[in-house]
């Protein structure tokens, strides 16, 4: 076997050398000629074994020019790619543009991405826009809403007359065998601990596989070339019915931590989705909300949840078809709240909040009437 360095001909055509002893003219077939070729531009060693073509070696030639080796090429490409979809950054989604970017990078990258942050702000959001951003199938799975986590990651075993025990492989299954799939492990820090054992595997990026049955000889299935996790988790003090996941778990993952918007973007985000709705509405929906995320943060805090965009979208939407703010509020947000304690419960101090911006928002509406189409004229 000779290892031999492959160098372009005068006449174009491929020719190799054998130490100094031997040089020829490569034919071989389209295929073999571009692998010749890749071997080439690369600097690749190629091996041969009595002339025929055997394989390359990743052992790189020398001097061959930087600009030239296929690893720049690659990143080259992937810089394009990444630029694209960095600069694609969806309107109707509110995250910050680093965040945005080294989201699309480790779905690009094929990493295991865990998204964190208080409810209702928007983690599988950005999951599904990033997927239909760059083109990928994203696959689905609500893990805390999961019973039988083996069922839902591996499949069944069934029982048939004729063909005796068959095994029926879960979604989950055929969806990690599918080459560059957007996998998204949604409310993965509710799931049952069974759910992350299975799924320990299949995150390692040395391992990549899931093995179908508990005995350790059992058949496994092979994570195809470049799947995405994107697993979606609310972490913190605030969200006691969590599970505290398991450290090994979470090494597993690049971690991109979304937060609640400020006043500013939530204003903008509900405008867009409700471009007909009433400004000064919003503006106080904004407001009520933003008051709920202040209080939450200071050291004297007197309720133990924000209102998350998530209410805040169903609010203007309630307001949109004809609810009043009062209305709006009553219906989608003091349930949250606690009741207990009467006039020093979480919910009494709640209601006090909405009915500040509510008259707010009413006193203008029957006595500014100058002020605010003056305001009106400004803004467009
Ligand atoms: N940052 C945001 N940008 C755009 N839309 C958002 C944002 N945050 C929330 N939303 C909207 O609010 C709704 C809820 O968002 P989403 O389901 O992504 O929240 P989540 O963080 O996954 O919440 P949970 O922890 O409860 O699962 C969606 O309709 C989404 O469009
Ligand atoms: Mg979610």
């Given at each position: 076997?000779?290892?031999i360095i492959?160098?372009?001909?005068?006449?174009?055509?491929?020719?190799?050398?054998?130490g100094?002893?031997?040089?020829?003219?490569?034919?071989?077939?389209e295929d073999?000629?571009?692998?010749?070729?890749r071997?080439?531009?690369?600097?690749k060693?190629?091996?041969l074994?009595?002339?025929?073509?055997?394989g390359?070696?990743?052992k790189?030639a020398?001097?061959?020019?930087?600009?030239?080796?296929?690893k720049?090429?690659?990143q080259?490409?992937?810089?394009?790619?990444l630029?694209?979809?960095?600069?694609?950054?969806?309107d109707e989604l509110?995250?910050s543009d680093v965040?945005?970017k080294?989201?699309v990078?480790s779905?690009?990258?094929?990493?295991n991405?865990?998204m964190t942050?208080p409810?209702?702000?928007?983690?599988?959001?950005a999951?599904q826009q990033?997927a239909?951003?760059i083109?990928?199938d994203?696959?689905y799975?609500?893990?805390?809403?999961?019973?039988?986590?083996?069922?839902?990651?591996?499949?069944?075993?069934h029982?048939d007359?004729s063909?005796?025990?068959?095994?029926?492989e879960?979604?989950f299954i055929?969806?990690i065998?599918q080459?560059?799939?957007?996998?998204?492990?949604d409310?993965?820090?509710?799931?049952?601990?069974?759910?992350?054992?299975?799924l320990?595997?299949?995150?390692?990026?040395g391992?990549?596989?899931v093995?179908?049955?508990?005995?350790t000889?059992?058949?496994?299935?092979?994570?195809a070339?470049?799947v995405?996790?994107?697993?979606t988790a609310?972490?913190?003090n605030e969200?006691?019915?969590?599970r505290?996941m398991?450290?090994?778990?979470?090494?597993?993952?690049?971690?991109?931590?979304?937060?609640?918007?400020?006043q500013?973007?939530?204003?903008d985000?509900i405008?867009?989705?409700?471009?007909h709705?009433?400004?000064?509405?919003?503006?106080?929906i904004?407001?009520?909300a933003?008051?709920?995320r202040?209080?939450?943060?200071?050291?004297?805090?007197?309720i133990?949840?924000a209102?998350?965009t998530?209410?805040?979208l169903e609010?203007?939407?309630?307001?949109?078809?004809?609810?009043?703010?009062?209305e709006a509020?009553?219906v989608?947000?003091?349930?949250?709240y606690?009741?207990?304690?009467?006039?020093?419960?979480?919910?009494?101090f709640?209601k006090q909040?909405?009915?500040k911006?509510?008259?707010?928002d009413?006193?203008?509406?029957?006595?500014n009437t100058d002020?605010?189409?003056?305001?009106?004229?400004?803004?467009?």
């Open positions: 076997m000779n290892k492959l160098t372009p001909a005068d006449n174009g055509q491929l020719s190799y050398q054998c100094t002893a031997f040089t020829g003219t490569i034919v071989q077939s073999r000629n571009k692998i010749l070729k071997a080439l531009r690369s600097g060693n190629i091996t074994e009595d002339g025929i073509l055997t390359t070696t990743s790189k020398d001097k061959m020019p930087k600009k030239l080796k296929t720049d090429r690659a080259i490409a992937f810089l394009k790619t630029d694209e979809a960095a600069t694609s950054h969806p509110k995250m965040n945005w080294y989201l990078r779905v690009l990258r094929g990493k991405i865990m942050g409810a209702g702000c928007g983690k599988t959001f999951a990033v239909e951003t083109g990928r994203l696959h799975f609500n893990l805390g809403a999961t019973q039988d986590p083996r069922s839902t990651l591996i499949g069944n075993v029982f007359k063909s005796g025990t068959v095994f029926a879960s979604p055929k969806a065998q080459p560059n799939a957007v996998i998204l492990l409310e993965l820090s509710r799931a049952n601990p069974e759910a992350w054992n299975i320990m595997t299949v995150l390692d990026p391992q990549r596989y093995r179908l049955d508990e005995s000889d059992s058949e496994t299935i092979k994570v070339d470049g995405c996790f994107i697993a609310n972490i913190g969200y006691t019915s969590t505290v398991d450290k090994a778990l979470m090494d597993r993952f690049v971690t991109i931590e979304m937060a609640m918007l400020n500013f973007d939530e204003f985000l405008s867009k989705r409700f471009p709705a009433d400004k000064d509405v919003i503006r106080a904004t407001e009520i933003e008051t709920t202040k209080e939450c943060k200071s050291d004297t805090a007197r133990t949840g209102i998350s998530r209410t805040t609010m203007a939407s309630l307001t949109y078809d004809g609810f009043s703010l009062i509020a009553e989608t947000v003091y349930p949250q606690d009741d207990a304690g009467g006039v020093d419960s979480e919910r009494t709640v909040i909405v009915q911006y509510s008259q707010d009413t006193s203008e509406d029957l006595f002020q605010e189409e003056s305001e009106d004229t400004t803004q467009s």
